[in-house]
């Protein structure tokens, strides 16, 4: 560590971060009544040690449990984005997309219990979800935004009144530099290739660059320009083996696709067959992805400032960041029918499959599929914003502050957020997953005469293209103010009045030709269109990745190429090559909050020693519509063995709904230093998390997909509550050094007003089951009760052909391919319909917090641990099948940080572990788990001349792997294996 004194125009840093670092010295929400200390003489420190002795700074004097990052902090951590950062701080945990870090969890509550604010301001959010139907989260994507550009985080765990609503979990606030913070001219360049292990194919180096500048003028430095910018490419590799499973069924039920009952004869193929009170699940598909990734990401910032006289600042800035992702995706997989099948299972009362088998003839024609897809996805924010501060007489202060900001995500390209086109080779004779190793091994066998590594044996199948768009947009005015008082126990009075409008645009569509038992001839797909690409070696580092029964290899295509052709023979687009879908989902939901609040700060002495007490009350009422345009199915298909879905017309119908909520929402805070550099604290508040658009929109959807025993279906609730959680925290801190100190804390909280599903079941639009009527009836009375689904559409397509559509038909197997029609005769689709409302469910979750940082003397050498504690009452039990309703709380998991650090003579170095054990990440009908990770990041870095630093970094150096699975751990349903992540570069301050 460094330490300079300088007048204040002078500047000194050691990375593009620390140009901001005086930034992180002024009043932050957590001591907003503090008045800015003169500016005559500054204390410019640099280094690893200083960025966290200023976070200490800020957590020690802040009212309530903060935790903060100052700009270095952030600069010195091998982090590509603010997620990658804030995981460092206790009780903050991230989820991953693509290889980095997108969205946090805090204290157990995920992304969407989480809201994020600029320079305090509420910030709008956009994200596409599955992209594969209409958008619905709040969860801010940190993935956006780069690091460089920001002055310091603040994560706010208790409530508070001044705080805007949203966070449950916790309120986080993104800061940006101020020209006026920091007088003169300064600036930071940086440079850096980035290069990441896990290219599928090629070594390429990938740039970033970035940059601030900072300039003041006037005789006394009353005007000033920032600007900031970043520009990051980076390509990299997602490799992921997939698994889709069925419901958990009880091992005395007999469903379609549940394991067959004694005296089936199939019954004899089973090993260890779950008992009849066990639960157990079977997959439905398994694939092989590979995934090529190309993400790039622009940030940029310009603020203009005025301070025409000593008591008056004006603010105006801008702010705009943009992510581009592509993803290329080949995969191989296969389809289960539930016919001929063998298997072999885990001891009850949760078993788990260790192989499943299934065979079939050869003239069922079964395929191995050869899928493609192509996304190009951008995500686009704007927020322009100005700020008038005023110190008056007497002690007032008066500020107002407004932004207009919107958030926008979607395709980026002529296909669609989310595509699929498919080939296949027929012919499957066996086909098996194995799950007795970290990675499902999928193998298959072809009947004789069928060579799967031919590319003249592929045919095209069906496709999709699914259109998904999202945009947040926001205007917030905030009116605050404040007294400060001398001579009295009442330090100051806060007060303000917020009104906020939030405008959400949610809407989808998609084309689907659902020609999945073939759309060409082997003949009609050139050969040169197919490029073999081998398996095995894309999943190093997961155990089974090594075993020859795996597919060895597979066949991937050019996704444009393949599109044009299909275009041009079948029209799947239309013709003109212009796949992007037109919105045939449309939401509009408009929310808007009027919030006033009032918060007293008093210090006093408590037997002789500084206490102090803040208490606040924020009133909230918020008013929504919800308005929905949805698209009304007119018929129904049978197109494939177990593929059925609806078909639509030109017909939409457009609702809309209202619904208003108000909260009185306290919010106390105590601290007492009992002996000198000991604190302890008590907080007490109301919080609220607001639904997600989801479960607010206005209008009934039926999924267009749905199966032989039916399908599903959602109607949103405009009229929700939001989720309301009663906290209380308590922690004690030791601060024994000026970079050191201690900390433990215990909180709680009681959540209720929890989203429930409402699920009715319910025929919808006069839709009708071509497989549940006289014609189906017909063909098991012609051809038994055994039958397979492919010899009954063969009897459908040949007896009943005024009621099919035949797309083509093989003489020497006798199979048709093609779509067998809903008719009014038959009977109707049952879908279950789910409604949300707020349930009587409550939830208790609470933990500890453990932590400690200290600096070994003046050697440069120091450490970070920290670990949270996560427990909460309601968890999902695994031994119930799908058909008993559950409720759990997602995301609860233990969570750890490990970091040494080396600061002394220029030279700083980093090595920092994060882990975080098994968590629930969903519920529903069926559970799924996010198993244990823990990554391993280091950094270095040598300042070799005054201002020119060279470093180095690297992102999870060990290639540590993700897995996730469902009831049993051999229900996985992916295994991604993980690789390292490096950074060289050069950065110059001035």
């Known amino acids: 560590m460094r330490v300079s004194a300088t007048r204040a125009a002078a500047v000194r840093a050691s990375s593009l971060g620390a140009i901001a670092l005086a930034l992180a010295a002024q009043p932050v929400l957590a001591q907003e009544a503090a008045e800015d200390e003169p500016a005559s003489e500054a204390i410019v420190v640099t280094g690893i040690r200083a960025s966290l002795t200023q976070a200490l700074n800020i957590k020690r004097s802040a009212q309530g449990v903060v935790d903060a990052i100052s700009a270095e902090d952030i600069g010195k951590f091998p982090d590509t984005n603010l997620a990658e950062s804030l995981q460092r701080i206790t009780g903050v945990s991230i989820d991953r997309s693509n290889g980095e870090g997108s969205t946090v969890t805090v204290r157990g509550f995920g992304p969407e219990f989480n809201l994020v604010l600029l320079n305090g301001r509420q910030m709008p959010t956009s994200t596409l979800g599955d992209c594969a139907s209409a958008p619905s989260s709040r969860s801010f994507d940190f993935a956006n935004l780069a690091s460089e550009g920001i002055s310091g985080v603040e994560v706010y765990k208790s409530g508070r009144a001044i705080l805007p609503t949203g966070g449950i979990g916790s309120t986080i606030n993104i800061k940006t530099p101020r020209p006026l913070d920091k007088p003169g001219f300064s600036g930071s360049l940086a440079a850096r290739g980035v290069y990441d292990t896990s290219l599928n194919s090629g070594t390429a180096i990938t740039p970033e660059v970035s940059g601030i500048i900072s300039k003041t003028f006037g005789a006394e430095d009353q005007f000033g320009i920032l600007v900031t910018g970043t520009w990051q490419k980076r390509k990299a590799s997602v490799n992921q083996a997939n698994v889709g499973w069925r419901d958990g069924y009880l091992g005395s039920e007999n469903n379609w696709g549940s394991l067959p009952q004694q005296g089936d004869p199939r019954f004899a193929n089973i090993t260890n067959r779950p008992g009849p009170n066990d639960v157990y699940q079977v997959q439905q598909n398994a694939s092989y992805d590979l995934n090529d990734i190309n993400r790039e990401r622009l940030n940029g910032q310009v603020v203009l400032q005025a301070r025409p006289t000593e008591n008056l600042t004006a603010t105006f800035d801008y702010t ?87 958030a926008e995500s979607g395709a980026n390209n002529p296909y669609g957020t989310s595509t699929s086109v498919g080939t296949a080779v027929f012919g499957i004779a066996q086909q098996t997953v194995n799950y007795e190793n970290k990675l499902p091994v999928i193998s298959y066998t072809m009947h004789p005469g069928i060579d799967a590594l031919n590319a003249a044996n592929i045919q095209a199948t069906g496709n999709s293209f699914r259109n998904a768009y999202f945009k947040d947009t926001i205007n917030e005015v905030q009116l605050r103010g404040g007294w400060d008082f001398d001579n009295s126990i009442l330090d100051s009075l806060d007060f303000g009045v917020v009104y906020t409008e939030n405008k959400v645009r949610s809407a989808y569509g998609f084309i689907q030709n659902d020609t999945w038992g073939g759309s060409t001839t082997k003949e009609q797909m050139p050969d040169d269109l197919f490029t073999l690409e ?8 997961l155990s089974g990745a090594s075993n020859p029964a795996m597919i060895q290899s597979f066949y991937k295509f050019n996704f444009e190429k393949m599109v044009e052709l299909l275009d041009g023979l079948n029209r799947i687009c239309g013709g003109d090559n212009n796949c992007l879908s037109p919105f045939n989902v449309d939401r509009r939901i408009r929310e808007r909050t009027v919030a006033p609040y009032l918060q007293a700060n008093s210090t006093f002495d408590l037997f002789s020693n500084p206490a102090h007490f803040r208490a606040g009350l924020r009133y909230e009422k918020t008013r929504v519509t919800s308005s929905a345009l949805v698209p009304i199915p007119i018929g129904t298909q049978w197109v494939s063995a177990n593929e059925f879905n ?44 607001r639904p997600d658009y989801a479960s607010m929109q206005g209008g009934r959807t039926v999924d267009q997909l749905f199966r032989i025993g039916g399908g599903f279906g959602s109607q949103g609730n405009p009229g929700l509550n939001p989720y309301k959680s009663k906290n209380i925290d308590i922690s004690a801190e030791w601060y024994y050094d000026k970079a050191s100190y201690l900390s433990v804390g215990f909180f709680d909280k009681r959540v209720r007003n929890f989203i429930a599903a409402d699920r009715i079941d319910s025929d919808a639009f006069g839709l009708t089951n071509p497989a549940d009527g006289p014609r189906y009836r017909a063909a098991v009375a012609a051809l038994g009760a055994n039958a397979s689904t492919t010899a009954i559409r063969n009897y459908i397509f040949a007896n009943y052909p005024g009621s099919v559509i035949v797309d083509s038909f093989d003489p020497v197997t006798g199979n048709y391919t093609g779509k067998i029609l809903g008719l009014p005769e038959d009977n109707k689709v049952n879908f279950q319909i789910t409604t949300p409302i707020n349930s009587a469910q409550a939830a208790h979750l609470y933990g500890f917090e453990f932590a400690v940082q200290h600096s070994f003397w003046d050697s440069g050498f120091g450490t970070i641990l920290n670990y949270t504690v996560v427990r909460g009452d309601a968890r999902y039990d695994n031994t119930q099948p799908s058909s008993v309703p559950q409720f759990a709380l997602t995301g609860l998991s233990d969570s750890a940080n490990a970091v040494l650090f080396y600061d002394k003579n220029g030279i700083q170095a980093r090595v920092a572990y994060n882990w975080r054990d098994k968590f629930l990440g969903g519920t529903g009908p069926n559970p799924f788990y996010i198993e244990a990770y823990g990554q391993v990041d280091a950094s270095a870095s040598w300042e070799f001349r005054k201002g020119y630093t060279l470093f180095f970094e690297g992102i999870n150096i060990t290639g540590a792997s993700r897995r996730g699975h469902l009831r049993s751990t051999n229900n996985v349903f992916f295994a991604s294996p993980g690789y390292a992540r490096y950074q060289l570069g050069a950065r110059i301050n001035f």
Do not use: C, M
């Open 320 to 406: 705009y960041s943009s992510n581009t992702v592509q993803v290329r995706n080949s995969n191989v997989g296969i389809w289960f029918n539930f016919n001929d099948v063998s298997s072999a299972w885990t001891n009850g009362p949760v078993a788990g499959p260790i192989f499943y088998s299934e065979r079939f003839g050869a003239a069922e024609g079964k395929d191995l599929s050869y899928s493609g897809a192509l996304t190009e996805n951008r995500s686009e924010n704007n927020s322009i914003g100005g700020n008038l501060k005023w110190k008056g007489p007497g002690g007032l202060r008066l500020e107002l502050d407004g932004h207009h900001s919107t």
């Open 534 to 541: 081998t398996l095995p070696d894309k999943f190093k580092g």
């Open 646 to 689: 609806l078909v639509y017309g030109n017909t939409s119908d457009f609702t809309t709904f209202r619904g208003e909520y108000e909260n009185w929402l306290p919010a106390f805070d105590f601290d007492f230093e009992p002996v000198r550099n000991v604190k302890v604290r008590a907080s007490y508040s109301h919080t609220i998390t």
